[in-house]
């Protein structure tokens, strides 16, 4: 799925670069948060992994990690049956959650800097694309020149984020 995702992010830039017109930049735009989303899917897919590996070896349930790792809450209907619902989570929360739990699964001390640039220009960008998605008039379209560099930011930083969050888990998986 992520090689997908990236091979359309690659696909965007290129065209975008070869013709820079407001279809490509919204192409580019749509393409990189779907990857963002992609990375944040795998990298909780791989924690709960290592969750459920946890419950094996020592017994121990977080029953509340596993639940946000599924996406899933769960309550009791009006007839006293135990039902489930997807649980919304705002997406930076969800992409800071996904990396801290990855690395923690690893033993790695890393930690997204949420006070940097690149973490805004991450900010800018799920707005943008949200405003890309949800329209309210055709002004809402326009991908400025600004945007569109702030999501280039942001999938270059979270890029090499995500660099760096694999070799501390490597590095750490390495001391144990």
Same mark, same amino acid.
């Given at each position: 799925?992520?090689?997908?995702? @990236? +091979?359309?992010?690659? %696909?965007?830039? $290129? ?18 948060l779907s990857f963002v989303e ?8 791989? $924690?709960?992994?290592?969750?459920? !590996?946890?419950?094996?070896?020592? #017994? %121990?349930?977080?029953? $509340? ?6 996406? %899933? ?6 007839? #006293? ?12 929360? !969800?992409?800071? @959650? ?11 001390? @890393? ?5 940097? +640039? +690149? ?27 600004? +945007? ?5 930011? $942001? ?7 995500? #660099?760096?969050?694999?070799? %501390?888990?490597? #590095? ?5």
């Amino acid at each position: 799925m992520i090689s997908v995702l @990236f +091979e359309d992010v690659n %696909e965007c830039q $290129a065209r975008l670069t070869d013709s820079d017109s407001q279809f490509w930049r919204r192409a580019f735009v749509r393409a990189t948060l779907s990857f963002v989303e992609g990375i944040t899917v795998l990298l909780k897919q791989q $924690a709960l992994v290592g969750a459920c !590996n946890k419950i094996t070896t020592t #017994g %121990e349930i977080d029953f $509340a990690r596993l639940s946000v790792l599924f996406g %899933e809450s769960y309550f009791i209907d009006d007839i #006293g049956k135990l039902r489930w619902r997807p649980i919304h989570i705002p997406m930076l929360h !969800n992409v800071a @959650f996904a990396f801290r739990e990855f690395a923690q699964l690893h033993g790695s001390a @890393f930690k997204l800097d949420k006070s940097s +640039e +690149e973490w805004r220009a991450l900010q800018t960008a799920f707005r943008v694309r949200d405003r890309l998605v949800h329209p309210k008039g055709v002004d809402e379209l326009i991908v400025t020149d600004v +945007e569109l560099t702030a999501v280039k930011t $942001a999938v270059s930083w979270l890029n090499e984020s995500l #660099g760096s969050l694999f070799s %501390e888990a490597q #590095g750490a998986l390495k001391k144990k």
